[in-house]
C-alpha cells in the first residue's frame, strides 16, 4: 500500500475493545476459581474490575471506542438451576451498562465465555443435555431483566476453543484428554442452547433498536508447513474438519443460520504442522525459532493478517450473514510488533469489506492485560497495561493504545 493512503471504514462501524468476566473481573465462583496457571496465576483477583468498571469504562472513553464487548458471568446471577436472579449483581450489571451507555459506548454481551456456575459443572457440565434448558432459563430471565439496555447479544464465545481445550487437550478444567466424542456432544449441546437463545432473544426484541444475535467461531487457518508433507496435509485437513467445518455446520448449517442475524468472528491467524507437531510458540517453541523458520508469530500463535480478508469473505460468502471481528489482538510486549500486526490486519479487513463483505465493527482482544486462562499474567494483550506487582492495580495506556486510539476517532487507518 502506498504511503500517505488513508483506509476510510463507514459510518457507524462500531470500533469496541472485547474482555470477558473470568479474565478480568475478579472476586468470581466458578470453574476457574481454584485453578492455578503455568506462571502460577489465578483468577481471584485478575483486574478486579468487578470493583474499577467505572475506572475501566473512563479508559474505555480515552481510547475513543464506540462499543465494548463485556460478558455477564452466570455464576454471579444464579445460584441453582431455575433460581431467580440474583438482584444485588444484577444491579451491579445494569450499572455498568448505564454507564456504558451515558458514555456512548454500545455494549455486545457475551452469554458464555468458557465458564459455568460451579453447580452446572459438577453436573457434567455441556455434556449434560439438561445443561441447554438451564442456560436458555438463564437466559430468558438475563434478556428480559436488561430490557431497554442491551441490543447486541453474544451467545456463546469459540464453543471448539472451550470444548477443544476441556475435553481433547486438558488444559481447561476439568482437564480430560481425548474425548473426541464428548467434544461433538457439547458442540452440538451448545449449538442447540445457541439457537433456542436465538429465538428468545428476536422474539423479546428490545426498545433501543433492533435486537441482533449471534456466536463467536474462533477461525484459525490449519495448513502444513511443507506442501508435500502428507501427514502433515492429513492433520491441518482433520482439524479443520473437527475445529472449524464441524462446528459452523452445527451452529448455521442449512436453515439454522436463519435464526442468528450476525457471524462473530474471533480472528488471530494460523496454525501450521511441520513433522506432526504445530508451529506455534503455545506449542512450546520459541518465537525466534520459529522466525528462523519464516513463521512469525506473537507469544501465542502465527500471524497471518491475509488471512483475515480470506476468512471474512469466505464466510461472507457462504453465510451472508453481517460480520462482527469479535476480537483480534496480538500478544506481545514489542509494540511495534503489534502496531504492524493492528495495522496489517485493518488493511486486509477493509480490503474484505471492499471485496462486497458486511462487516460491522471490530473489537481489540483486549482493553487490558488480563488472565489469560492457562498461561496465567504472562501473554500481554492490553490495549492497557495493568501492574499485577502492586496491589492497587494501576492502568496505563501502552503505545497501541494511543494507535488505536486514532483509528477509532478517525474512523480510518493511515498508512
Ligand atoms: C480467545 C479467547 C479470549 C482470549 C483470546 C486471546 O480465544 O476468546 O478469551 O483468551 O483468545
Redesign the pocket.
Known sequence: MKPGTVLRFPPHFLWGVAT?PT?VEGHISNEWTHFVARDGGTCRVACDNYHRYSEDIEWMTRLGVNACRMGIEWSRLQSRPYAPLDQTELDRYCDLLDRLQAAGIVPMVVLH??SNPPWISSDGGWINPATIPAFVDYVTKLVSALRGRVRLWNTF??PD?YASCTYLLGEFPPFLKWRLKIFRTVIRHMAEAHLKICRVIREQGDDSGPVEVGF?K?WTFFQPYCRTSPWDHCIAAVSHAAFNRFVLHHFLGGDRKESSTFLGL?Y?GRVRFRNCRPLVPVGGMSRETLAQMGVACDD?FERHPPGMELAVRQLYQKYHLPIYVT?H?A?STDEAFRERDLRQNLAALHRAMGGGAEVRGFFY??LLDNF??QFGYS?K?GLLDVDFSDAGLPRRMKPLGEIYRKVCVDNSIGH
Do not use: D, I, L, V
Open positions: 470477558a479474565q465465555h468458557f464465545n469459540e476453543t463467536s474462533n474471533n488471530y501465542m476480537e489482538g500478544a482482544w483486549s489469560e486462562w501473554k494483550f
